[in-house]
């Protein structure tokens, strides 16, 4: 019997859609503003409202090497953001900074060595003790921001992210609205030059870091691990977690075409070879296409990629000395 399989027909159904946006050389200014406000209404993020920062200061320690700050800030009205502010000694003007977000797991306590290490190798602590003035910040249903009714899960993902589909948003949304919130928050810290903030993600923290580097203009680097792809290879085709969804996203555009939002500013991408779920042949293919929107607008130099030898995991052997230089 034939026909029968809703899988093998979403895929058919998926891979012969015709995109609203598709790059080439010709493309306009006008072009991407259209694609930004295209994918805001995708993920819902238009609809959102920005609350008041309304910062407070929870807990403050000395660490080796750096001040770290327990804080809560205003993102969307109702909900708050939870973060670790990390800034290093010796810190006496505004200077570079960078909003860092974890992927699946024990959450933000993972980066700051709070959580037993992990595959994201703690990075925030990484590039705080390269001199930058660090925020951790919390996603949405995960360690401290976790919905009570799943406190004893590993997340409230699935929970969440449906609720926000059913008021025509998303996690993708609501969790880019925080990284946008987070920017608001360095910027009015005084050790922070607000031109050189940069954001970096693993994995689902990954997606954080590169919507938001698309929809918020004012981030002048990312850094992408293990989630640039393409949506097809990686999030359509191999089972992901519920907030990497959007409505209708299939048929707006391809992830890579995604990177005429970010350029001329600046995009490091990494991936594992063993990475099985952002495979390693995809994401090659999406640095090539990205690679050539970057040569377009003659920032070739503003776009560097690394696929190392190892699986799912913030490598950043490159990446952090590189974002280091972009941001100084």
Not at 35 to 63: F, K, T, V, Y
Not at 76 to 85: S, W
Not at 129 to 150: C, M, N, W, Y
Not at 235 to 243: A, M, N, Q, R, V
Request: glycine content about 8%; aromatic content about 10%.
């Amino acid at each position: 019997m034939k026909n029968l399989d809703p899988r093998s027909f979403a895929l058919e159904k998926i891979r012969t859609t015709t995109r609203e946006f598709e790059w080439n050389s010709g493309v306009s200014d006008a072009w991407t503003s259209q694609l930004r406000a295209r994918l805001s209404e995708c993920i819902g993020i238009d609809q959102l409202q920005m609350d008041a920062l309304q910062p407070e200061i929870h807990s403050e320690s000395q660490e080796d090497g750096f001040r770290k700050l327990t804080v809560t800030f205003g993102s969307q009205p109702g909900m708050r953001v939870f973060a670790y502010l990390l800034i290093p000694d010796g810190t006496t003007s505004p200077g570079p900074a960078v909003v860092c977000v974890p992927g699946h797991g024990a959450g933000v306590d993972a980066l700051v060595g709070t959580a037993e290490l992990d595959y994201q190798n703690q990075f925030a602590l990484q590039f705080v003790r390269q001199g930058l003035v660090t925020l951790a910040i919390e996603p949405i249903s995960f360690g401290h921001r976790k919905s009570e009714v799943d406190k004893d899960k590993g997340s409230s993902c699935l929970r969440d992210s449906m609720a926000a589909l059913m008021l025509g948003q998303s996690m993708i949304a609501w969790r880019t609205w925080d990284a946008i919130a987070a920017f608001n928050y360095l910027s009015s810290r005084p050790e922070v030059d607000s031109n050189n903030i940069g954001i970096v993600g693993i994995s689902g923290g990954g997606l954080v870091a590169f919507w938001a580097a698309c929809l918020e203009p004012r981030y002048a680097a990312a850094v992408v691990s293990g989630y640039f792809n393409t949506f097809f290879d990686s999030i359509i085709s191999i089972e992901h977690c519920s907030d990497n969804f959007a409505c209708g996203l299939a048929k707006v555009v391809e992830m890579p075409d995604m990177v005429a939002l970010i350029a001329p500013r600046k995009l490091f991408v990494e991936s594992g070879t063993e990475d099985h779920i952002f495979p390693a042949e995809a994401f090659k293919a999406a640095c090539q296409r990205a690679e050539v929107i970057y040569e377009s607008v003659d920032a070739s130099a503003s776009f560097k990629s690394e696929l190392f030898q190892g699986d799912h995991v913030f490598w950043g052997s490159q990446a952090l000395p590189q974002l280091k230089t972009w941001l100084s």
